[in-house]
């Protein structure tokens, strides 16, 4: 296998390993893992939730949580810019007033001293820079539209910018950055505290005749509790709960391991090239993260639609596919912002709501209610007549 293979698994394995690291970073303690749930307020006892991967079919990730609290999770299995899975998921208490969300992974790339530059996709973000945990941290503050409180430290930022630095070589270099702050809003008139935690990893690869390629990827983490409520422990504990399937980390990694030798094999010459055709650098990538993502073949169906199947095919499916990541960004655009579409039974519109209301309602008038109760029916009140929206999406 080349060097530029051997670099790309390297890159992917950290990627991935950040995933989940990133996440047992937001954990506002260090000391040994508490009973989830313990509290008797967060309704005692844990149960054990699973992420799978819909395209290997496999236990990606396994978490712990409160037995009466509500979890969705997927493996979303990377972008134009990084192609490393990762997992986004939503953990709530029954009446949503207490949780923890892992947000799609913010992915940008950029090149220098290079005629290659990675075109810009939708997917991923159009920065040219590396950015500071702290940086991003305001940008999506601003993004969720809600009152920034204050800074705060995370205590496990030295150990993550060591854990990354340790990957660095001559050609192969990494670094981490982390970052939290606190927020404050409101659901049904309840003062809400939320802390968020931003992961960034940027890495940087030297080939001889193309340049120095840069890619960067942002893990974004939200906790939230009523103000004065805060369940350390129970954050914690599931924080630290969050394992990686081995099996499945092996699987995936055998796969793109067998992905690159078939590209070095066929191409090895072309790809030495590419400095002089930097055009063919971009195809040629794109290509092999085209096939791997292939045979991993199904995102999350809230995330990306089918990709197209069979090698004969594949040319005619790359329009498709465009389109395809299209939905994607604009799926984790709602998330990012709040937001959950929406579709209006009696025009066919769709429209986009706070997530943060499970039921929304709407008259002949165009007026709109947003509840929570799902008991809760404004017909009759003499208000109009009211009908339930259908959620579309994530």
């Known amino acids: ?199 960034v990893v940027c890495s940087t690869n030297t080939v001889i005749m193309i340049g120095r390629q840069h890619v960067c990827s942002a893990f974004v983490g939200r906790m939230w509790a009523p103000q004065g409520k805060w369940p350390d422990e129970t954050f914690t504990a599931i924080s630290k709960s969050m394992v990686i399937d081995q099996q499945w980390n092996a699987r995936w990694m055998a796969n793109v391991v067998a992905v690159l030798k078939q590209m070095s094999d066929a191409g090895g010459a072309q790809v030495r090239a590419l400095g002089e055709a930097g055009q063919r650098q971009r195809n040629a990538l794109q290509n092999s993260f085209d096939q791997a993502q292939k045979m991993r073949n199904q995102e999350h169906q809230d995330f990306m639609n089918t990709m197209q199947q069979g090698h004969d095919d594949f040319m005619r499916g790359q329009q498709e596919n465009q389109d395809a990541r299209a939905r994607v960004a604009d799926d984790w655009c709602d998330i990012a912002l709040g937001q959950q579409k929406r579709l209006d039974p009696n025009t066919g519109e769709l429209t986009r709501d706070s997530y943060l209301y499970n039921y929304t309602w709407v008259n002949e008038f165009g007026k709109r209610l947003q509840t929570n109760d799902v008991n809760e029916n404004p017909n009759g009140m003499g208000t109009g007549n009211w009908t339930l929206q259908e959620n579309v999406g994530h």
């Not at 390297?10 to 303690?29: D, E, I, L, N, Y």
């Not at 997992?87 to 220098?112: C, H, N, Q, T, Y």
């Not at 340790?166 to 309840?190: E, K």
């Open 1 to 199: 296998m080349t060097r530029t293979g051997r670099l790309m698994i390297t890159c992917v394995v950290c990627m991935m390993a950040v995933a989940t690291s990133a996440f047992r970073g937001t954990a506002a303690t260090d000391g040994a893992m508490a009973a989830v749930g313990g509290d008797s307020s967060l309704g005692g006892g844990t149960k054990t939730v699973t992420i799978t991967d819909p395209v290997l079919d496999m236990t990606a990730y396994t978490l712990t949580i409160p037995s009466k609290w509500v979890f969705s999770g997927a493996v979303i299995q990377g972008s134009s810019c990084a192609s490393g899975p990762f997992p986004v998921f939503r953990i709530e208490s029954p009446d949503g007033l207490m949780g923890i969300k892992g947000l799609p992974r913010l992915d940008w790339a950029w090149s220098e001293g290079s005629t290659y530059q990675p075109r810009q996709s939708p997917d991923c973000m159009p920065y040219r820079q590396e950015m500071s945990a702290a940086e991003v941290l305001h940008h999506m503050v601003s993004v969720f539209k809600v009152d920034y409180v204050k800074d705060d430290v995370n205590p496990n930022r030295a150990t993550f910018q060591r854990n990354i630095a340790s990957h660095n070589s001559q050609t192969f270099s990494s670094s981490g950055d982390q970052a939290r702050g606190w927020v404050r809003y409101h659901i049904h008139n309840i003062a809400i505290d939320e802390r968020v935690d931003v992961s």
